[in-house]
Nanobody
């Protein structure tokens, strides 16, 4: 069982930056693939980025490449999402999620953190 708690969201102007954190409790954090997703107002949840257990392989949605960076610190049981060059369309609730390597679906989800980008 993994419990996830996101933090770091807030209100920022277009072009600004934020760093989101996701703290995980439970055992074997380094065995989980960690992902970030977001949900804009009135839209479905979409994939943002993912990172493997060791932290040496990442994947991004095409629209986020070059602006967002996912990383993890297994010693701190924490995964991060650095958001740069933010745009108003990046506004939404950002969720952290975890899955085991053996399953394609994310089993564990955080409660989300709100990111609002003003123009």
């Amino acid at each position: 069982q993994v419990q996830l708690v996101e933090s770091g969201g807030g209100l920022v102007q277009a072009g600004g930056s934020l760093r989101l954190s996701c703290a995980a409790s439970g055992r074997h954090f380094s065995s989980y693939v960690m992902g970030w997703f977001r949900q804009a107002p009135g839209k479905g949840r979409e994939f943002v980025a993912a990172i493997n257990g060791k932290g040496d392989s990442t994947d991004y949605a095409d629209s986020m490449k070059g602006r967002f960076t996912i990383s993890r610190d297994n010693a701190k049981n924490t995964v991060y999402l650095q958001l740069n060059s933010l745009k108003p369309e990046d506004t939404g609730v950002y969720y952290c999620a975890a899955r085991s390597r053996a399953t394609p679906a994310y089993n564990y989800w955080g409660q989300g953190t709100q990111v609002t980008v003003s123009s």
